[in-house]
């Protein structure tokens, strides 16, 4: 019976599972019909009511979106933080109009997104507007638009420049676009060679998830980065929500504490043209229903340089940038759309330029989290994390392409060494610190691999030292694994890498010193109470955290046992290469003593105790020159 009793208690759980789940379809179906108090209250009663975790925390995250939307920024963070996100979209993001937002200022604006309304004139505009109509068009029908199974899908313009059209999109993208991108872009110009176009045709609350518009076939295949040069939005039709496009400056690896974010509103018959490599998408909107009805209709068309790969049409297997169907299809939307627009001439003079809207502050905001630690422990479910709207943390919004890029190899190390001493901001930088980033966090290999690679950077490239210090996330990866006894990066390596970061010069003062905390200490601290082989790495990242270190003498007998045995080698070994292990080991005992002066007497003793019998001649000289 007991165990009958048991099967039953489960049976129930999964039908009020079930009934929970069912329930949140039914308030999103009513959010998207514009139905907003039925939706918030069923959506309210299954995150009051029910159990299941799952179920519990989709119902949580549809309703701070909803709070989101209208208005209520503290109540979304509550439900937020209760399912483990740390970092939202800024409340201005999901605004369905710009009236409350300041206008960003154009020379600042323009590099990164330009718009322009009316960029053809109404009989072309009509003429998409019915070949992609959502419910007539057998363009959806055909592609199976909108199933589970079906993917992102492109199709390819090769040469656009000069190629001659084949249907009414490649037409207006040669004859209409081509001629906008180029006054906006002129930089870009010469170097376009390549169209792909796709199309959306969306209900209110679908969006578009924050992402990158790359290359996929050489991102998958390759395991290399590419974007396009320019990527364009065309608004046929705006739909009901009024949710805008949203357009960082942020580009892959970069740090997204400091990303600005740009809102594109959509209008009929208005274009939005910005910088291929930036990170974008639009954010889901939940609004009253009006005399606005119909579907949100834009078409894209990103422009590439010579090197995009295209592929073969295959009606079972959709992708990115497929070529045409060859030859007679016996598929109708082709054909469909042969038909070419009407005749007129594009004139990028005339169109009308439109105020870009910027949001004022960080794009990202932190989400407060109770002190007694309650969600600390709360697993976030994957499915919530395809939007990007909410995240656990930034780095969630490039890891899932970092973890396609290749191991980065000796030729970047020397490349990077060589070229990026001074520019904190080269993308490649920003790109391989991400992928290490990435890789540390998977553990393992990945992580001794990527712990090897970011200790010799640090070591050789300042600007690569500069980047981590600089990073929340890197100081708080480093310290983490730090503290953590089962971590799978070597603590010696991780309290190295600490070591190159803190012995250089101090950030600008612009920029928050990561590193420099007492978590840090404290963190190193936990790892040389753990683990001997690493204390001389320990004390030579506290030598330069001496106002958070109370025993310096402590610091300084670490750095001695360290440096002898360096000496030790050095006489052993006539290929001893260690010399530069050596002479950051002598200016860390150096800084401490500078920074020491009520305690140097007892220091310079520990020190004459420890280093003997090496604390002579030009040894002495340099440690006992230290003011």
Known sequence: MAKATGKKRKASRNLAAVHAANQVAEAEALLNA????????????????????????????????????????????TLLASIGMHYRLHECAFLSHGADLAVADPSEVARHVQVVDAPVVDAVHAHFAFKFDHITSPFWREHRYGEPDVGY????????????????????????????????FPDKADAIAHAEWWVH???????????????ESRLTQEHSLNYPLVSTVWYIAPGQSGAPTLITDKTFGQDASVSKGYLVFPQTNRLAMFDGSLLHGVVPHFQRNDDETGHRLTLMVGFWNKDVASSAFNAKHLTANMRLPAGKSTLEWPAYLEEMPPASSPSP?????????????????????????????????????????FIPDLETLDADIAGLLSEPSAEDHAWLVKHVQDDDDHPRLAQILCVLHTWMRRGGEYADTAG?????????????????????????????????????ASTETLAAIAWNVLKRPSLNPNYTDWFHTDDMVEALMAAAERDDDCVGMVCGALAYCLDFVPNRKWVVEGLCAALKQLYEDQEADDDFNGHLDIQDTEDAIVAVLRGSSSDRKKLVAALKTCLQPYYKGDVRAKLQGAK
Request: aromatic fraction near 6%; charge should be negative.
């Open 34 to 77: 514009g139905s907003i108090d039925q939706g918030r209250a069923l959506l309210e009663d299954v995150v009051a009511k029910v159990a299941d975790a799952q179920v519990s925390q989709v119902a949580k995250y549809t309703l701070a979106m909803l709070h989101l939307c209208t208005g209520n920024p503290s109540a979304a963070d």
């Open 153 to 184: 899908f492109s199709y390819a313009f090769r040469d656009c420049t000069t190629s001659v059209p084949s249907n009414c999109v490649e037409a207006w993208i040669q004859e209409h676009l081509l001629p906008y991108v180029r006054a906006a």
């Open 201 to 215: 045709s969306r209900d209110q609350i679908s969006g578009h998830q924050l992402h990158y518009d790359t290359d």
């Open 349 to 389: 003079s005339k169109a009308t330029p439109v105020p870009v809207h910027a949001i004022d502050g960080p794009l990202w905001v932190e989400i407060s989290h109770a002190s007694d630690g309650e969600n600390a422990a709360v697993v976030v479910d994957s499915s919530l994390l395809v939007g990007k709207y």
């Open 452 to 488: 090897d690679f970011v200790l010799e950077l640090t070591a050789h490239c300042a600007a690569a030292a500069r980047n981590l210090r600089r990073s929340k996330t890197w100081a708080s990866l480093v310290a983490t694994s730090l503290k953590d006894e089962h971590a799978e």
